[in-house]
Each structure stands twice: as structure tokens, then as C-alpha cells.
């Protein structure tokens, strides 16, 4: 919410100051890497709040091997949590195919002017990227507002202002685009996510089964439990209210992203993106990502997609070849590429 608070303040001051390029650059340079830092840490702010008092409530229950076990891994999950997040922001830009086009223009020419280094399979690479920009009209559409022609599943993007590659949705948590880019930076953030607030709810669970009406359990819990017949409590304290709280908001943001990972594991089966699933016209329109399901999985998370599971992956390799997949895994319907439904 603040980081979607702090995109809608600063979109309104360029649109009032005629969305002058001095403040572009200066909303880049100094707006976006603030807000990356801002909501990763509100978000994590309350995991370390739910963290420290889940393993509060288990002291004496659990094992002191156990219990150290478990902080360990989760100050590894917060830190996972933390820096794909942060990565999903800065790498929004390079879901634009604006950025894309200059960047490997950029590249073409400094492998077509690197002397004395014979580099015949680059050349190919570009002359194949090159002729991809070309119109073509099984493969590119042409944006009215970028006045580009772009690939067919590019969407264009009314409050980044730029044609997303793979747009899948506007994320109002992150303030940016989900595309091509950071889409998989954002699903290892929630998968981290789902595994604090598990273990956290779990803990949770255990102390108030045991501390506040163990005879309640199970079939009354949830009615006993709920947040305004709890305060009908005569020995309420601040610490079961604290307790009471932290449990039902982690209740609430694991049945949230734990259906988001499951929505975006049943979409990558499919292999169509959010904004195209939800709409019959597109669905109709394209028949999804070519391959298998591993092929997606390394498409949006890279080759060694497991690696990047457990280390954030700071500088991801694009070129050419990578650029021409976006084209095939882009086929329209009518196109003889496989694709799996």
C-alpha cells in the first residue's frame, strides 16, 4: 500500500508538472530505489514481529536445537524475501521493450565494432534479432502510444507508460509492472513468504491451543477466536490481544499469497499470463508459452532456475538468442510453433 501511495503521488506531480523529463529521471533515480526499500521493509517489519513472538510462545515446548534451526532459516527466508522484492522493482524496466530495443541496439553495435575478435555466432545472433524488430505480421503488433511495433503479448501499460514484454498485471503491492524481467523475482518473494507464515501460524497455534481455552479445540475455535467475541474476555491482556492480532494477520497474508503461487503455478501450466487468461479475447487470441512447463520455469527464472531459488540473482544474461525466444514463445495461434495448453 505505501509503495502504490508513493506511485500515485509522484504520477500526479509529473502529469501536473506536463511530465517533464528532468522529473522522469529524477523519479527513477531517487523515487523507485526509495520504494524498494520502503515496502520490503513495512513487510518486513511485521514477519520479524510475527517471527519473534511465534518462537516466544514455543519456549519450553520446542527443543533449543530446534528452535535455533528454525531461526536460522528464518532470517534466511526474510533475507530471500527482502532482496527478490527489492530485485522485482529495480528490473521492472527491463520488462519494457523500449529498453530492450535500445539496449541490444547498443550491444549489436559494440559486437559489430569489437575488432580483432572473431564473433560469428553473435553476428548471427543479431542479424536474427534484427530481423525480428522488422514488421512482421505474425509475430509484432504495433503500439498506437509508443508508436513502436512491439511483440503480440506486449501490453501496453497506462501508469508505467511503456509496453510491458509478458505484461502479467500492475502489482499495486509493488507499485510496478510484473513482466518478462521481474515476474520471478516477485513469485520467489511470495514463496518465501508462505514459508514464514507457515511455520509462524503453526507456532502461533500451538500457544494459544495450549495457554487460552485448550478445551475450545477444535470445534470452537474459530468462533471463539474470532476478533470481536475475543475482547468478551474478562481477563483479556495486551499480550493475548498482540497475540490474537499477529495470528489472524498472518492467517490472512498466507491464504493470500498462498493462493496468488497457486493461481501463478496453474498459469505457468497453462502458459498464458494473468492479463490473458482473464480475458476470453486474448485467450482466444494466443495459444500460450511454447514448451513444457520446465521450459517456462527456465524462461521466467533462467537456466539454472533452482540456483536462483536459493540465491537472488543479481544480474541476469540477456541477449540476442534470449530475445528471439521472447518472439517464439510469443506465437500467435496461427503460428506452427509447439506450444502445450
Not at 509493488?174 to 520467489?188: E, M, P
Not at 491482556?237 to 498462498?258: G, K, N
Not at 520446465?294 to 524462461?299: E, N, Q
Request: hydrophobic share 45%.
Amino acid at each position: 500500500m505505501l509503495c502504490f501511495i508513493i506511485n500515485l503521488v509522484t504520477r500526479c506531480i509529473t502529469r501536473l508538472m506536463g511530465g517533464q523529463r528532468k522529473f522522469d529521471k529524477l523519479y527513477h533515480r531517487l523515487v523507485v530505489p526509495c520504494r524498494a526499500v520502503i515496502g520490503p521493509f513495512a513487510l518486513g517489519i511485521f514477519n520479524i514481529f510475527a517471527w519473534i513472538y511465534s518462537f516466544k510462545a514455543v519456549d519450553g515446548v520446542l527443543s533449543a536445537f530446534t528452535i535455533d534451526v528454525l531461526r536460522v532459516l528464518g532470517v534466511f527466508a526474510l533475507l530471500e524475501v527482502w532482496v527478490n522484492y527489492a530485485l522485482c522493482i529495480y528490473y521492472a524496466k527491463q520488462s519494457s521493450f523500449t529498453w530492450w530495443k535500445e539496449q541490444m541496439e547498443i550491444k549489436r553495435t559494440n559486437d559489430f565494432h569489437d575488432a580483432g575478435i572473431a564473433q560469428p555466432e553473435k553476428a548471427e545472433q543479431q542479424r536474427r534479432f534484427m530481423g525480428n524488430i522488422a514488421p512482421n505480421p505474425e509475430l509484432v503488433k504495433y503500439c498506437c502510444t509508443c508508436k513502436v511495433d512491439v511483440p503480440l503479448r506486449c501490453s501496453h501499460c497506462s501508469i508505467c507508460e511503456t509496453c510491458v514484454m509478458r505484461s502479467d498485471h500492475h502489482c499495486l503491492v509493488t507499485g510496478v509492472c510484473l513482466g518478462a524481467s521481474n515476474n520471478g523475482y516477485f513469485l520467489i518473494s511470495v514463496f518465501y513468504l508462505m514459508c514464514i507464515l507457515t511455520v509462524s501460524i503453526y507456532l502461533q497455534f500451538l500457544y494459544l491451543r495450549e495457554n487460552f481455552r485448550p478445551e475450545l479445540f477444535p470445534v470452537l475455535i474459530m468462533i471463539k477466536w474470532l476478533p470481536v467475541l475475543m475482547f468478551q474476555e474478562n481477563d483479556l491482556t495486551l499480550d493475548m490481544v498482540v497475540r490474537y492480532f499477529v495470528f489472524y494477520m498472518s492467517a490472512t497474508l498466507y491464504i493470500t499469497s498462498i493462493s496468488y503461487f497457486a493461481f501463478n503455478v496453474y498459469l505457468f501450466r497453462r502458459g498464458y499470463a494473468m492479463r490473458e487468461l482473464l480475458s476470453r479475447k486474448l485467450a482466444s487470441r494466443y495459444r500460450g508459452d511454447k514448451g513444457s512447463f520446465w521450459d517456462r520455469v527456465r524462461f521466467m527464472f533462467g537456466p539454472n532456475w533452482f540456483y536462483h531459488l536459493l540465491v537472488p540473482q543479481f544480474k541476469r544474461r540477456y541477449d540476442a538468442a534470449y530475445f528471439d525466444d521472447i518472439y517464439k514463445t510469443f506465437a500467435p495461434a496461427s503460428h506452427n510453433y509447439s506450444c502445450t495448453i
